[in-house]
DNA sequence: TGTACATCAGTGAACGCGCGTTCACTGATGTAC
DNA sequence: TGTACATCAGTGAACGCGCGTTCACTGATGTAC
């Protein structure tokens, strides 16, 4: 058993990573569906992958392991989806309408990884509470310096970065919410909630706003 | 069996309507506690009051209809507290400042119960849906009236009611949510959100806010 | 006032179900010699 | 090139659990006569 020490850890063979990735991704398929993180279960997700349940311990050491890694991917998602649209203008205003709207789109075209992002209903371990919050936190702070960065432009009227990012924060998130949730109201154009809940939260002058 | 036919309905004697609130009071205790729908169990719900499980279906048809009562008791509720809070005034602004303030209070005090009202998740069935989204429709329309009241008063600089009251509504909902959700989150004070969620977002000029 | 009886709130056992997780296993894959 | 064998992905049966719901029942309560 313990003869030869050489030629340690073979490297899974192809599959290993493939199997993981479709673990999580029938997962979120699954959660995507449902909205409820409790029917996400080993077996809904093993039947979809079409192996039986017990595969899924080769390569997660419990069913929240499986959830945790699909809210952290969405996590990073969201953060890299909203970096990407505001370092694609160098116009103050424009960054924070672009990094608004990648957020709003997000929410819309992932309603239940994205509502359940932000919910304390407690599938996770304080510790990952913890770093999901981190994660929120970091994006948090691009709002913040985006909003800061159209005042120092003088095209902000706002005399508290943070206060004013939290309450653009708060009326997107609750609009996100809203809007995928009650498909029945009778919604104001998106571009004029996009105005009051970014731009006037914000203190965007009208001038500059107006591009 | 069939012998006497007068004497119709015995009427419950004392108890009955004592169960059944009882029996709904701790339906919400557990929603309340645990955050998820799910965990109201039937079972659940029986020992917490301290009769066996099929003793709840002399009242409710199944699981189902239990959740349904709490949640619509809470509608009317946050539909009370709002109205109670508005007619105590009769300055437009400041029944706008009482009607949200209730709102408000009323999320953070039952933060449960408020997220699952307006979550689509679908414990309902699709004619609760609807009957829950009229009781939120109505509470809307108060909204509208009360911004409506401040533009006419010459008290807010809005254009169009309908928009900016959609605007405060999804403000305050994400406020709601975000600051029972994140605890850790280092909130700006709760005037300062209210002053920007509120009355900047329902146009309300700074010398009528100041009162 | 007394008694037979209808009514009613509530019980306890049982059903079938889907679940998370454990465990001993199988058969294909690749490597050492 | 051939063969023994370690490794590894994945399986199938089984466990104990809590659940919603059904069903036949029990015993107290109140009413008709």
Chains 1, 2 share one sequence.
């Not at 981190?134 to 120092?152: H, K, M, N, R, S």
């Not at 309450?167 to 609009?175: I, P, R, S, T």
Request: glycine letters at 6%; charged letters at 20%; a neutral charge.
């Amino acid at each position: 058993v313990n003869s030869r020490v050489v030629s340690r850890s073979r490297n899974a063979r192809g599959e290993g990573t493939r199997l993981r990735s479709e673990i999580v991704a029938a997962a979120a398929q699954i959660l995507a569906e449902s909205g409820n993180p409790d029917s996400v279960t080993l077996r809904a997700v093993a039947r979809r992958v079409g192996i039986s349940a017990p595969s899924i311990y080769a390569h997660f050491p419990d069913r929240e392991a499986v959830l945790l890694t699909v809210i952290g991917d969405a996590f990073a998602e969201l953060s890299t989806t909203v970096n990407a649209a505001i370092s694609q203008h160098r116009d103050p205003v424009l960054r924070l309408r672009a990094g608004c709207a990648a957020y709003l789109r997000f929410a819309q075209q992932r309603p239940q990884p994205y509502r359940i992002m932000f919910q304390q209903s407690h599938p996770l371990p304080e510790s990952d509470v913890d770093s999901a919050f981190d994660l929120g936190a970091e994006a948090f702070d691009i709002l913040v310096a985006a909003v800061q960065a159209c005042i120092d432009a003088g095209r902000s009227t706002s005399v508290d970065a943070f206060a004013d990012a939290a309450a653009v924060w708060v009326a997107m998130h609750g609009y996100s919410l809203l809007l995928s949730g009650l498909k029945k109201f009778p919604w104001p154009a998106d571009e004029a909630m996009f105005e009051r809940i970014v731009l006037r939260l914000a203190g965007v002058t009208a001038e500059s706003a107006a591009l």
